[in-house]
C-alpha cells in the first residue's frame, strides 16, 4: 500500500493578524505550524502503515522553510518526502494549487490513497483536496473521521452535517479528513536522528513538467478583494422569565415586532 499525504505550512491561526492594503496576512513574527487538519491525515497514514505496512510519502507546496513540517512528518514515521517549491508557482489559489499537487503525485509515480486535511487554517476552503481528485480522475470522499482497508477497498467513515456514513472506495482515491479524537503522535528519538539526518528532496515547476500558464498568481482565477476584522457590537440582552410557556412566547413575538424584527 503507497500512501501520498498532502500537508501544509500554515500561521499559528491564534497570532494571525491581516494587512488591510495589501490584503495578506501578517505573516513576520508569526510561527508556523502544520496545519491541524493535515495532522489528522499524517496520523491516519501513519495507523494505516503500522496496521498493514504501508508506504508513507509526504508532500507540500510552499516556501523553502516549509521543510521544517517534512522533517517533523519524517521524525513522526514517514518514509520519506518531497517539496514543491518554484516561483512559478508562487500566488498560486487553490485551483493552481491543485494542478502542481496532482502534476507532483503523478511525478512520484502515484499511490493507492492520498490524504489530505479537510482544509487549510489560512484559507478554509476545502477545495484542493476535491479540486486534485477531479485532476487526477480518481474517487473522493471529504470530510473523512477514519480510514481503514478491507478486501481490496479502503472503508471511509464520514460525517455529515445530519448523519454518519461508511463507504467503500476502490483504490486509487482521495480522502480529506476532519478532525476527530485522534492526536497526533510524538516522535521518538530515533525519529528524531532519523529527520535530522534526511535531505528533503525539492522539486519545482519544470521537474513536473507543468505548463507556467496553468500555476502561480496569473493562472489563478480567484482574488482576494477585501480583508477586514469584523467590528465587534456589543448587543443587548432580555430574559424572559415564564413558568407558562405560552406566555413566555407571546412576550417575546410582541417584543420582536416593536423592535421591528417581525411583522404582524
Known amino acids: ?43 491516519t497514514a501513519l495507523i ?11 508532500v507540500t507546496m510552499g516556501p523553502p522553510q516549509a521543510k521544517d ?9 514517514a518514509d520519506e518526502a518531497f517539496l514543491l517549491t518554484d516561483r512559478a508557482v508562487a500566488g498560486s489559489d487553490t485551483l493552481a494549487t491543485s494542478v502542481a499537487l496532482a502534476a507532483l503525485v503523478k511525478h512520484l509515480g502515484g499511490c493507492d490513497l492520498i490524504l489530505c486535511g479537510r482544509e487549510a487554517a489560512d484559507g478554509c476552503t476545502a477545495q484542493v483536496g476535491p479540486e486534485m481528485a477531479e485532476h487526477l480522475g480518481i474517487p473522493q470522499v ?3 473521521l477514519k480510514v481503514d482497508f478491507a478486501d ?13 456514513e461508511t463507504l467503500a472506495v476502490p483504490a486509487p482515491a482521495l480522502v480529506t479528513m476532519t478532525r476527530a479524537e485522534k492526536e497526533l503522535r510524538f516522535a521518538s528519538i530515533r525519529g528524531k536522528m532519523k ?19 496553468k500555476v502561480g498568481l496569473k493562472a489563478s482565477p480567484t482574488r482576494v478583494m477585501k480583508v477586514f476584522t469584523p467590528e465587534a457590537h456589543k448587543i443587548d440582552t432580555q430574559i424572559i422569565k415564564e413558568d407558562d410557556v405560552d406566555v413566555a412566547v407571546d412576550k417575546l413575538v410582541t417584543k420582536l415586532i416593536a423592535a421591528g424584527v417581525v411583522n404582524r
Open 1 to 43: 500500500m503507497n500512501i501520498i499525504v498532502c500537508v501544509k505550512q500554515v500561521p499559528d491561526t491564534t497570532q494571525i493578524r491581516l494587512n488591510p492594503e495589501t490584503r495578506t496576512l501578517v505573516r513576520e513574527g508569526v510561527e508556523n505550524i502544520l496545519n491541524p487538519y493535515d495532522a489528522e491525515a499524517l496520523e
Open 48 to 58: 494505516l502503515k503500522d496496521r498493514y505496512g504501508a508506504k508513507v510519502t509526504v
Open 69 to 77: 513540517i517534512l522533517k517533523d512528518a519524517i521524525a513522526l514515521g
Open 142 to 144: 471529504t470530510s473523512a
Open 152 to 164: 481490496g477497498r479502503f472503508i471511509v467513515e464520514r460525517e455529515t452535517e445530519n448523519w454518519a
Open 195 to 213: 529527520a535530522r539526518k534526511t535531505e528533503i528532496p525539492v522539486k519545482t515547476a519544470a521537474d513536473l513538467g507543468l505548463d507556467a500558464s
